[in-house]
């Protein structure tokens, strides 16, 4: 790795997969001060996890910034009710600071729950809670009492860790909600779908396909949640865990309290959803239907798939990709999805990935494939001209780095607006891929040897 010039303390964090060879990426870290790394906060990855959750109130106990970064901060559609898409904050202000502001916190939580009448309630502690020691616990437990709704203290102090120990906070406050509603009518052959946010109404078609095969799904969590569903989630009979970096905690409490195993699954590609369908039907070994149901509805959907596939492969054939993502999992997922148009990953990294993500990375890869782990904007822009990139799949933060060194760009983030999960989302994809890439207004990029000049270059007429 001499030869990449990347910082020393970063270098046990970048690797290149090669024939033969065990590659170890450390990972589950601390970012590099001053590397100014791609990760968001404790604070937003537990917001992230709990924002879906639709007829719940969402109050952050902070200053108004904190509120105002995470505000509608992922698509997550509903179907019902939109309170979860209105960001209510405490406001600390300076005062506040010097005196606390567990008053002001039980005011505001007492008149919001008043006014909107929510199922229940998330409270987010943020930095500045933890530097002045508000006992938020104590608040949502008087508040409980007194209004008779759960409130739930959120522990997401940002600087308590990384973007991965938000999911945990969510995680234990999830773990206080399950198991306090009636099981009574859930069905033999049930589950719960954990770690799908519904970014842009993929649970739904999830659900279908589910449903279609004869499964009965108890709760969502979180995408399109609601806050009865997740009471009672305890009476399903299996976890089907997609995101397994948010969500492997709750499901390891539920088998550890409840005795409801758990399985991962991504619905991102064909091979990886029609996989989802095969698990949870196999699962169900006495109703041989399901699994028969579940055939028909992947090759209904790969048979009408196919030949709008098979058209872009001709054109993407032999194209580079880089993959950088917040979980592992999509990443993995993603270099299927490419390799069936044709595209070879050359860099794959994420923001949350544990070593065994990594190593499944380095199967799937070919020799010479960059493996990151929490890169920053310079790794990233490095890699991706040094390997001839000619897509990039990213976040939000991801994109003007593509832009600014000439390369295409698919939005796999989640604030997007398009489905990309299920057989459907396979086709978005794609064209998604397939109009990025072969956009015509790449021939305008300096790095591609267009006659795109600087705007420093530029001649400007001098009036006379």
Not at 268 to 296: H, N, S, W
Request: with cysteine; net charge neutral.
């Amino acid at each position: 790795m001499a030869e990449m010039r990347i910082l020393k303390e970063r270098e046990r964090q970048i690797g290149q997969v090669s024939a033969g060879e065990e590659l170890k990426i450390l990972c589950e870290k601390k970012s590099l001060a001053g590397s100014v790394s791609q990760r968001a906060c404790v604070f937003c990855g537990s917001r992230v996890v709990l924002y879906p959750i639709a007829d719940a109130l969402h109050l952050v106990h902070g200053p108004v910034g904190c509120a105002a970064y995470t505000w509608d901060i992922r698509g997550s559609l509903s179907s019902g009710g939109q309170l979860h898409r209105m960001s209510f904050s405490t406001d600390l202000q300076e005062r506040d600071v010097v005196f606390g502001g567990a008053d002001k916190l039980y005011s505001a939580l007492v008149e919001l729950i008043d006014t909107y009448q929510p199922k229940a309630a998330f409270v987010y502690a943020t930095c500045i809670v933890g530097l002045i020691g508000d006992d938020v616990e104590a608040v949502c437990k008087r508040v409980t009492l007194e209004k008779g709704i759960t409130v739930l203290p959120v522990h997401s102090e940002g600087f308590r860790g990384t973007k991965k120990d938000g999911y945990q906070a969510a995680c234990d406050a999830l773990a206080r909600l399950t198991g306090t509603g009636s099981t009574q009518g859930v069905g033999p052959c049930s589950i719960n779908i954990l770690g799908d946010f519904n970014l842009a109404g993929e649970i739904w078609m999830i659900k279908e396909y589910y449903q279609k095969m004869g499964i009965e799904v108890v709760s969502t969590i979180t995408g399109d949640g609601r806050v009865d569903d997740i009471r009672k989630a305890h009476g399903a009979k299996l976890n089907v865990v997609q995101c397994s970096g948010s969500m492997t905690k709750l499901a390891e409490h539920m088998k550890q309290t409840y005795s409801i195993p758990y399985i991962k699954v991504s619905y991102f590609g064909i091979e990886d959803m029609a996989d989802a369908l095969y698990q949870v039907a196999e699962f169900f070994p006495a109703y041989p239907q399901i699994l028969e149901k579940a055939k028909v509805i992947v090759q209904t959907e790969v048979a009408a798939l196919m030949p709008e596939l098979r058209a872009y492969r001709t054109a993407l054939n032999g194209k580079k990709a880089a993959i950088y993502v917040g979980g592992a999992f999509k990443a993995v997922s993603l270099v299927r999805a490419l390799r069936l148009l044709g595209m070879k990953t050359v860099l794959a990294g994420s923001q949350t990935g544990n070593p065994k993500d990594y190593a499944q990375l380095q199967d799937l890869c070919d020799p010479g494939t960059v493996i990151i782990d929490d890169a920053n904007p310079l790794e990233l822009s490095k890699f991706i001209k040094e390997k001839d990139v000619d897509l990039l799949i990213g976040g939000v933060k991801e994109r003007p780095i593509a832009y600014k060194v000439g390369v295409g760009f698919c939005d796999h983030n989640h604030e997007r607006k398009e489905a990309l999960a299920g057989f459907v989302g396979m086709r978005n994809f794609a064209r998604e891929v397939y109009s990025s890439v072969m956009s015509p207004v790449w021939r305008f990029s300096s790095r591609r040897g267009g006659d795109y000049i600087p705007f420093r270059e530029t001649v400007v007429c001098k009036a006379h």
